[in-house]
């Protein structure tokens, strides 16, 4: 099993930047991937950005140029660096472990931390 807790979450004005932090631990070996979703108010879950366990990394398009996720394995920690941050951003951003078996996978998540990015 594994287990994430996430950090970093608060309130920002537009245009300012935080990072979020997601700390892993338990049968870390069994992960084949990391990433970033959000869920904001009324609305589905959707992709942030992922990273695999050999460091390729892929964003939503929204995020491209903003957001960053990165990861320091000696920590066992995921980062996500969001810069030119917008209202439209606010949501539960919520840590994702995944295990691929085949042509299917297997989810870890974390309890979610919130941002509010005011105008």
């Known amino acids: 099993q594994v287990q994430l807790v996430e950090s970093g979450g608060g309130l920002v004005q537009a245009g300012g930047s935080l990072r979020l932090s997601c700390a892993v631990s338990?049968?870390?070996?069994?992960?084949?991937?990391m990433g970033w979703y959000r869920q904001a108010p009324g609305k589905q879950r959707e992709l942030v950005a992922t990273?695999?366990?050999?460091?390729?990394?892929n964003y939503a398009d929204s995020m491209k140029g903003r957001f960053t996720i990165s990861r320091d394995n000696a920590k066992n920690t995921v980062y996500l660096q969001m810069n030119s941050l917008k209202p439209e951003d606010t949501a539960v951003y919520y840590c994702?472990?995944?295990?691929?078996?085949?042509?299917?996978?297997?989810?870890?998540w974390g309890q979610g931390t919130l941002v509010t990015v005011s105008s």
């Open positions: 990273i695999s366990s050999g460091g390729s990394t």
């Open positions: 338990g049968s870390i070996f069994i992960i084949n991937a």
């Open positions: 994702n472990a995944r295990r691929i078996l085949g042509t299917q996978f297997l989810d870890a």
